[in-house]
């Protein structure tokens, strides 16, 4: 009898794991960074000539790093869902424009509005491969001592921050600095 | 052509691809033979993780060109390879990693085929034993032998 029901069950077990596997998606590489310091950058910022942005300016708040551009298609998805968070949580969100003209940036958001709290130009996108981005949009949550608690790949949802987003931010602001 | 020329172009034919998966790779100078060596292998070790079953070389994604501006760069600032791989794995995880390093996480992903291939033989080493062990109890005794003969011999008295 065992000889009969052994493979069977072996084929259960193994039906179970691929199952499992399904859920997973390979696209989303965990990051190394969480719970590491924010990498340092000095970029120059859109919108303010000779300015630049570093995270040392952020230092002592809850702050998000969105990482966009206005060529990604899933970033105007994306992007009234960043304006409701800000919306509704003040929160101070840096965009990070990863790898694109000026020009394209401004008309974009000309187009679709501008809810960040500053942006970030990195047009060889060298500081995007220093954050470990690989894939646009993408977004950090840095907490006040300037350490990354969470990144989110993809497009952010309304799902995600209901579920995710705004718990997290609520909690860090607890902390003390 | 005769059969084994034929089979001979054949295989010749089956190397072609090999030689001509590589993406359209920037040219590079390097500032010695070691260099370009430690390039070659880096992006061939590395992953694209836009395009994730690919390595750095045969990738033509935007960012698997600015990694390989980013590798190129490290090791013309004198980086060896060892700088390069952690730089990477620093950032993007373990998973950049071609050929995953061997440690408590992927021990089963190392020894999992051993672990298969000893299964195997160990129910093949049963199955054998089994059958052998059939074949034993098939072979006769003396007595059964004689049974045998004596109702043979019946018979032919019979015809």
Not at chain 1, 85 to 107: H, P, Q, W
Not at chain 1, 140 to 168: C, N, Q, S, W
Not at chain 2, 31 to 54: G, H, T, W
Not at chain 2, 73 to 98: N, P, T
Request: glycine content about 6%.
């Amino acid at each position: 009898m065992m000889k009969y029901f052994l493979p069977l069950g072996g084929f259960i077990l193994l039906c179970a794991l691929l199952f499992f596997g399904l859920g997973n998606d390979p696209k989303k590489v965990p990051s190394p960074f969480i719970g590491k310091p924010a990498p340092a950058f000095e970029l120059p910022r859109l919108y303010a000539d000779g300015e630049t942005l570093s995270p040392a300016d952020m230092q002592g708040k809850v702050w998000l790093l969105n990482v966009w551009a206005s060529w990604c298609v899933s970033c105007r998805a994306e992007h009234a869902v960043i304006t409701k968070l800000i919306g509704d949580t003040g929160i101070d969100i840096v965009g990070l424009n990863y790898k694109d003209t000026d020009d394209e940036a401004k008309r974009w958001l000309t187009q679709f509005g501008n809810p960040y709290y500053a942006i970030a130009v990195d047009a060889e996108g060298r500081t995007g491969i220093d954050w470990g981005v690989y894939g646009v949009p993408e977004t950090f949550v840095i907490d006040k001592k300037g350490t990354i608690r969470l990144k989110h790949i993809g497009p952010v949802t309304v799902d995600d921050l209901k579920t995710e987003l705004i718990p997290l931010i609520e909690t860090l602001r607890g902390e003390s600095a | 052509m005769n059969p084994l020329a034929r089979l001979i172009l054949c295989m010749l034919l089956c190397c072609l691809p090999l030689s001509v998966t590589l993406a359209n790779i920037e040219l590079h100078d390097f500032d010695s033979p070691q260099q370009e060596e430690d390039y070659r292998e880096l992006i061939f070790e590395l992953r694209c993780l836009v395009c994730q079953n690919q390595n750095l070389a045969d990738s033509n994604a935007e960012l698997a060109v600015d990694l390989r501006r980013q590798i190129y760069e490290m090791l013309q600032d004198g980086a060896d390879k060892q700088d390069v791989i952690d730089y990477m794995v620093e950032r993007y995880g373990e998973f950049v990693l071609y050929k995953p390093p061997f440690n408590a996480q992927t021990l089963l992903l190392w020894g999992g085929p051993f672990v298969f291939l000893l299964l195997g033989l160990f129910v093949l080493f049963r199955l054998v034993r089994q059958n052998q062990r059939e074949t034993t109890a098939k072979t006769l005794s003396e007595a059964d032998r004689e049974r045998a003969r004596a109702l043979l011999n019946e018979q032919s008295e019979q015809d």
